[in-house]
């Protein structure tokens, strides 16, 4: 009997155990892990997602769904090696319920198998290579793609009359994106791309490929580099003269990126750029939004990649609410189809490919009380990634 009432008080005992499981998983804390270059040559794009993701805590609270949330910021220093080892020990040690930043494409697709493995919601917040939402169905993107921008470049400068183009890129993911979609879709709306240049990624060196455009007198050329490389780029375009030329400069935005834009000076002046966010972008959101970062930096202007990081935290608050508490498959099921309003303006997430969707802007840089800003002039509204076909 003495046994009996032993074995019973136990099985009581385990069953109360794990009755009490989910609740106490519950209360568990919610990691987020965020991966960023917060050192070497890229270190400006983690400083802005770092800023912006803080920013977002501050303002909406540190717990959601009952689970107190948790910042890990971790520095790859841009290295995709340690990006991948810093995922693997976020995952397998920090046990982190989210993987987010991500400041280049291939940092990104080194997680990627990670994610997949782990079950682990990863957010894109900087990285803009079309294909990275496709290397696992454990990550989604609050960034933009490279071609979601540059093909409605393309329509403009085709029904402006513009009917040949030289393009040049940076040789790496997002560059050749770029190309490849100005190519086409310029292409399609009956223009020429007289000839494509491709600027090797370190160390570029922009003059004898500027001087290739000038012997080809296109009516316009379209520029892709990446943030931070766009003050080198403009300082050389107006040294060999183009900003007189009458070739126009279009470019993806990053070229004007609003947190270098005034250190640029009057060579920004000659740029045409399109891009899904502007610090100048008129709305109350935004206003609030570049206050509170200013104030929470110390006067630093937000750029994309900050809005980027805002975004990038605020799926992730919704899609664990609406999830009731759960990571995983739950949370990543959650987040396709959220839809909110961005400083940048109404976005969602598409179901089917997990991009983000969002407006396109036309831009040129304007000097307005003695600052420098990119002031958008047409929409484009909704956007998503041109050619995907869901996953």
Do not use: C
């Not at 409605?152 to 040949?164: F, H, L, S, T, V």
């Not at 004007?256 to 100048?280: E, K």
């Not at 959650?334 to 983000?356: F, N, Q």
């Amino acid at each position: 009997m003495k046994r009996r009432h032993m074995l019973l008080g136990t099985v009581l005992a385990l069953s109360t155990a794990l009755g009490v499981m989910p609740a106490m998983a519950q209360e568990d804390p919610f990691r987020i892990g965020l991966i960023l270059p917060m050192t070497g040559p890229f270190a400006s794009t983690g400083r802005q997602i770092d800023a912006a993701a803080r920013l977002y805590m501050t303002q909406h609270g540190d717990e959601v769904a009952g689970r107190k949330i948790e910042l890990i910021v971790k520095d790859d220093a841009g290295i995709a090696d340690t990006t991948k080892r810093l995922a693997q020990e976020m995952i397998v040690r920090d046990k982190v319920g989210a993987l987010a930043g991500f400041g280049l494409t291939p940092l990104a697709m080194a997680t990627a198998p990670l994610s997949t493995r782990g079950k682990t919601p990863t957010v894109v917040m900087a990285a803009a290579t079309s294909t990275i939402t496709e290397q696992s169905p454990f990550i989604v993107r609050t960034s933009y793609t490279t071609p979601q921008v540059t093909s409605k470049i393309a329509e403009w400068a085709a029904g402006q009359g513009m009917r040949k183009v030289v393009t040049l890129v940076s040789d790496y993911g997002p560059g050749i994106d770029a190309e490849k979609t100005f190519v086409g879709t310029f292409g399609a709306a009956g223009g020429e791309v007289a000839e494509t240049l491709r600027v090797p990624l370190q160390n570029p060196d922009f003059s004898p490929f500027l001087q290739r455009v000038a012997d080809l007198k296109p009516d316009a050329i379209f520029v892709f580099v990446p943030s931070g490389v766009g003050a080198q780029f403009m300082k050389q375009y107006v040294e060999r003269g183009l900003d007189q030329s009458g070739i126009k400069l279009l470019a993806d935005g990053g070229i004007t990126d609003d947190d270098i834009l005034n250190g640029m000076g009057d060579p920004a002046l000659a740029a045409i750029t399109g891009f899904h966010y502007s610090a100048a972008h008129d709305s109350a959101m935004n206003m609030d939004f570049v206050k509170a970062f200013q104030e929470a930096t110390g006067g630093t202007r937000p750029n994309f990649m900050a809005v980027g990081g805002y975004d990038g935290m605020h799926l992730i608050y919704a899609a664990l609410e609406k999830a009731g508490g759960e990571g995983g498959a739950a949370m990543m099921e959650a987040m396709k189809g959220l839809s909110w309003e961005s400083p940048r303006g109404p976005v969602s997430i598409d179901p089917d490919t997990r991009d983000i969707v969002q407006n396109v802007y036309l831009r040129r840089v304007e000097r307005r009380d003695g600052e420098l800003w990119n002031i958008e002039f047409q929409t484009f509204e909704a956007v998503k990634d041109p050619g995907k076909t869901g996953s």
